[in-house]
């Protein structure tokens, strides 16, 4: 899933069109938006609120596979109005620390250090941009995924010949997010984001449901039993997994658990190379 | 090569960070204050940063030779590793390093000159002492040698110090660095080495066993000492008997008086180590099975390691004397 986390609607809504999204609920300021394969979140200006809305949604559509991003528009001293980049470094005028984010592929923008401020600025520094949200926005979308899948966008729109608020209306801005696009479409799938979540088949679940009913397991023989049959998802076949119904037929759970084991300790070994 | 290399304050202006900073222009250039910054945080993938690791410029602070282990010995009065780098090019399925670092990214420490220094002080403490260095400990010795230069510095280092032992732990071919010097008596090459099926089905990326053997064959040719590392040894079907091949065919590619020592280990893993491996790939067979917790580590069942060594262990033994031999279990 795609999770996208913008300070404004005019920002928010080439995104929302574009993914056919729907309005999902609110939290405080902030607005969620869903669509079949993206989310989004219309947070408020602001790194506090940016924090609180990206919280927000990670624990309201819980997921361990998504992949955040901030995206936004951003000041920067000498850099063409339009032009993207992508952090590389994320940094505040506010606290010490710092995050590098890691790419997993290769990025269609370059990189270039994120610092975000509590207000607008129009003095700029030379080899970073200005935003607003990216810090908070970052500290919270850690706590959801690593690194690698949480990500920061943003847009040149006002320079030291430009100034910050000199120029800019809701539709160009619009625009401008809405010109990167096809590179985000391309960026999120070229990227191999999809770190194998396990799912068994139905033997397995079949097995697992089979045995907690048919035996009275304590905590800790549940965590064995679906260790096990995890491992034996991995193993073996169709065929040879549906076979193992039958040490359903041990009468106790004692056998049963051990005649897993057995069965792994046999086959593991033809499976390593 | 590398997409992003980090530079980490203390060594944006030594010059092994500007060569390698003008050969990788094309990198894009991040600064850091230090490398755990980039380097140890928590919310990382292993995994997903495996595929297009990025280099991390650093300097290495103290500690930068540790005595090894007594059971790691080979034969010198005194052992040491070091490490020049963290994270390796390959890939290997039973690599502790996957179960040890927070990420893939590759740190070079730059500052070679300290750890020659320090090398040097430990020498310099009992010259009367045979010391042995083992690099390649935290990454192969020679698999970026390219990038990094390790060798340049390292082997003349090691050509005036008689005393002092270094070995190149590798799976690499890339050895034009050694075969365009001479020998030098007192530096082994050591190949890790396991039977075709367990390299190509576990030691992702590595060169092909035949290539290694064919690396192997040309540095004995040209005199270089060659270290033999059957490391770890890998339960698998009818593995007894394709180890006991697989050694006929190792010793019949080396000529038997370039060999300067045969290691023998098995696979083991601290509890920590192990869990976090397991949970990176739930699905890898060498991780389910005829395993066994013993005194924090997880290594296999005594009957199964037991047969698979002591078998190995008596084929090495067919092959070369006991005094070249140094089994670790
Ligand atoms: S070659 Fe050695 S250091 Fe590199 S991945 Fe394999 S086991 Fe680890």
Redesign the interface.
Known sequence: MKQFVLALHCEAKPIIQHYRMKPCGKHGQAQFFEGETARLAVTGVGSLSSAIATTAMGERFPSNDSTWLNIGICGGEDLAIGEAFIGNKITSGYSRDVFYPQLVGKSPWPGIEIKTLNAPSSVYETNRVFDMEAFGFYTAALTFASSERVQCIKIISDNSDSPTGAHFNKTEISSLIASQIPKIESFLENTEFSEAEYHMRDWANDLLSAAKTRYSLTETERHQLSSRIRQLDALLDLEEGLNLQVLLNSPKKGQFLERLQFKIDQVSPQRVC | MF??I?IEEAVKNHPRTLEILERYDHA?R????RYG??FN?K???F???K??P?LILAAKHGNRVLPTPPEYGLGADQHYYFSHMLNCLYDCRYCFLQGMYQ?A?YVLFVNYEDFVNDIKVTLDEDPSKQSFFFSGYDCDSLAMDKVTGFTSVFLPFFAQHKNAWLELRTKSVNISSLLDREPIPNVVTAYSLNPE??A???EHRAPPIKARLSALKKLAKTGWKIGLRFDPL????N?IEKYSQFIDQVFDSVPPGSIHSVTLGTFRSPKNVFKKMESLY?????F???LQLKNGAIGYREAIEQALFSSVEEKILQYISPSKFFPCQ
């Open positions: 997409d992003r980090y894009e991040i600064d850091c204050r910054e980039v945080p919310r990382q993938s995994r997903l940063q595929q297009n990025a990420s990214n099926p367990v190509d089905s576990l890998i339960h698998f079907e593995g739930p699905k890898e067979p060498l389910m099975g005829n």
